[in-house]
T-cell receptor, first 117, second 114 residues
Framework: AQSVTQPDIHITVSEGASLELRCNYS??????LFWYVQSPGQGLQLLLK??????LVQGIKGFEAEFKRSQSSFNLRKPSVHWSDAAEYFC???????????????FGKGTLLTVNP | DAGVTQSPTHLIKTRGQQVTLRCSPK?????VSWYQQALGQGPQFIFQ???????QRGNFPDRFSGHQFPNYSSELNVNALLLGDSALYLC?????????????FGDGTRLSIL
């Protein structure tokens, strides 16, 4: 069965520092890949997605992610973190060729980001 | 343009009771998916509705059921509530069978079982 691993449960960075959140997936083919962010008491907001093509994907709020097939990874990065980036981040995957947008997302357990002033 | 809306925002029930949660999809969307997010966990897929039928289902017991209405809104029903059903229930909508379209999530319903 496909799975998503986010190795870091909690990460603390200083405001202005760079950030990398790790995501590894276990699936034979190339899945669709997503990063979502969840602020306390809120739903999930899509940061970026990868379906095919350029392996470096740009998202909202200055985030980017790079798909590395050889490492089965889709790590999220931001060059300079802002205090408002403090939230929980979820990586999610969908099997390729799931048929349109009617797919079921499989999520990792999330990484909680704390930003120190 | 309204996004995905869910009601109620919070709900407290006792074991054995039944609950109904509601979701209105984003304007223009016709597919609704439901996810359960336990504390400290990622969301888990419950089921998905398209054209008023359940199209996909995750690993959840039959106590979890749903419905989709002609206006694309949806309900999630849970019978015989257990303490373990305490979670944030998230609804996501999308435009069905259109490639490369992301799902949009609501803010969820927080269900607490006493």
């Amino acid at each position: 069965a496909q799975s998503v691993t986010q190795p870091d449960i909690h990460i603390t960075v200083s405001e202005g520092a760079s950030l990398e959140l790790r995501c590894n997936y276990s699936y034979g083919a190339t899945p669709y890949l997503f990063w979502y962010v969840q602020s306390p008491g809120q739903g999930l907001q899509l940061l970026l997605k990868y379906f095919s093509g350029d392996t470096l994907v740009q998202g909202i709020k200055g985030f980017e992610a790079e798909f590395k097939r050889s490492q089965s990874s889709f790590n999220l990065r931001k060059p300079s973190v802002h205090w408002s980036d403090a939230a929980e981040y979820f990586c999610a995957v969908v099997p390729e060729n799931s048929g349109g947008s009617n797919y079921k997302l499989t999520f990792g357990k999330g990484t909680l980001l704390t930003v120190n002033p | 343009d309204a996004g995905v809306t869910q009601s109620p925002t919070h709900l407290i029930k006792t074991r054995g009771q039944q609950v109904t949660l509601r979701c209105s999809p984003k304007s223009g969307h016709d597919t609704v998916s439901w996810y359960q997010q336990a504390l400290g966990q990622g969301p888990q897929f419950i089921f998905q509705y398209y054209e008023e039928e359940e199209r996909q289902r995750g690993n959840f017991p039959d106590r979890f059921s749903g419905h989709q209405f002609p206006n694309y809104s949806s309900e999630l029903n849970v019978n015989a509530l257990l303490l373990g059903d305490s979670a944030l229930y998230l609804c996501a909508s999308s435009l069905g069978w259109v490639d490369n379209q992301p799902q949009h999530f609501g803010d969820g319903t927080r269900l607490s079982i006493l």
